[in-house]
């Protein structure tokens, strides 16, 4: 099954953390994703400004590297992306600010991204709350 | 001496209430994070979640029921992350509450 | 065939930006022309009541927002009941024509989609 998971929560929530360890069974079950959707503060999972603790498990790191890894097409709501302060080097130039936290393989959208993927996907499993 | 409470959020917040509102004759139920508290055996979310007709089926993520050392009902099904995908497929939908 | 999607909006709407960014999702997909329904529950039947003065907390009037939504095609509006019963506002004039829903009517609304986004 092809399934698009998209994510609301930052990275410092247990459902962040839940997400990608769902998203990785996805694929070792043999299933796609078509997609990953990080909106609302589910936009600080794709920021290259967090600075975790060594003995606490690096989310951003882990998601960038399962995205990288299995080449995924991965998107952050550009709306939701700004007003938290996550921008790619684009955006910085376009709003004169000096902090570029989106990189690839992040991807800053708007909804139709999420739209579609929900429509092209067997399965919508969104993660987020606590 | 005296001291100022302050307070923002809603009182009106308990997300269970709602769920099992919603709830279809054959809908699961997947408990994950603090959601597993509602399995303390003897509280009054375990009761709720007792009431429920024998066709709705209920589930724990196993991590969690783990980590929270809870006691488990016997209706309720402990599952691990390939066992979460397989309830996905096994389902028409997925309604995530955030 | 375009799949439907529901949309449970959950959230008051000055409480924080969920009630907004759900509202977000079904204007993007009636744009897109997709077959999209809004199920108000919970706090998010605060967002139906009329005359509120946002203003008054430097916030945008989401009212506007929610009255565009008929002209994105966004028609199917719901409400739960029980939430508006809760909250003592079962019988008030609300913002917009909503269908109140209750007991079973709720599932078989959840059925009726394929998609659903509980924000």
Redesign the interface.
């Known amino acids: 099954m092809k399934f698009a998971i998209?994510l609301?929560s930052p990275p410092h929530a247990p459902s962040s953390r839940r997400a990608l360890r769902f998203a990785e069974a996805v694929l070792a079950g043999g299933h796609e994703i078509n997609r990953l959707f990080f909106?609302?503060d589910g936009v600080h999972n794709a920021s290259g400004g967090v600075v975790t603790p060594q003995d606490e498990a690096d989310l951003p790191a882990q998601w960038r590297a399962f995205v990288a890894n299995h080449r995924l097409d991965a998107v952050v709501c550009i709306?939701?992306a700004l007003?938290r302060g996550e921008l790619n080097e684009e955006e910085a130039k376009r709003y004169g600010r000096t902090a570029v936290s989106v990189a690839p393989p992040w991807e800053l959208s708007?909804?139709?991204q999420?739209?579609e993927a929900?429509?092209q996907a067997d399965r919508?499993v969104?993660f987020g709350g606590a | 001496m005296a001291t100022l409470h302050l307070l923002s959020?809603?009182p009106?917040a308990s997300?269970l209430d709602?769920v099992l509102?919603?709830?279809?004759?054959h809908?699961g139920l997947l408990l994950c994070g603090d959601a597993c508290h509602a399995l303390q055996p003897g509280s009054a979310p375990q009761q709720e979640l007792e009431r429920l007709p024998d066709s709705i089926k209920l589930y724990a993520l196993a991590e969690d029921v783990a980590a929270r050392q809870v006691g488990l009902p016997e209706r309720v099904k402990t599952v691990d992350y390939p066992g979460f995908v397989e309830l996905c497929t096994h389902y028409a939908?997925?309604?995530?509450?955030? | 065939m375009?799949?439907s999607?529901l949309l449970?909006s959950?959230q008051?709407p000055w409480?924080g930006?969920?009630a907004r960014?759900a509202l977000?999702?079904a204007l993007?997909?009636g744009?897109?022309e997709?077959p999209i329904g809004i199920l108000f529950?919970?706090?998010g039947v605060f967002q139906l009541l009329p005359k509120q003065q946002p203003a008054a907390i430097e916030q945008k009037d989401l009212g506007a927002n929610l009255q565009a939504l008929p002209l994105f095609g966004v028609e199917d509006l719901y409400v739960?009941r029980?939430?508006l019963r809760?909250?003592s506002l079962d019988g008030q004039p609300l913002s917009l024509p909503v269908t109140p829903l209750e007991g079973?009517e709720?599932?078989?609304l959840?059925?009726r989609?394929?998609?659903?986004?509980?924000?």
């Open positions: 998209a609301f909106y609302q709306a939701a007003r708007g909804l139709g999420l739209h929900a429509q919508l969104c | 959020q809603s009106f997300r709602s509102r919603l709830l279809g004759p809908d939908k997925v309604n995530g509450w955030l | 375009a799949k999607m449970i959950r008051s409480g930006p969920g960014e977000d999702i993007a997909g744009a897109y997709l529950l919970d706090d739960c029980q939430s809760l909250r079973p709720l599932a078989n959840l059925d989609y394929d998609l659903v986004i509980t924000l």
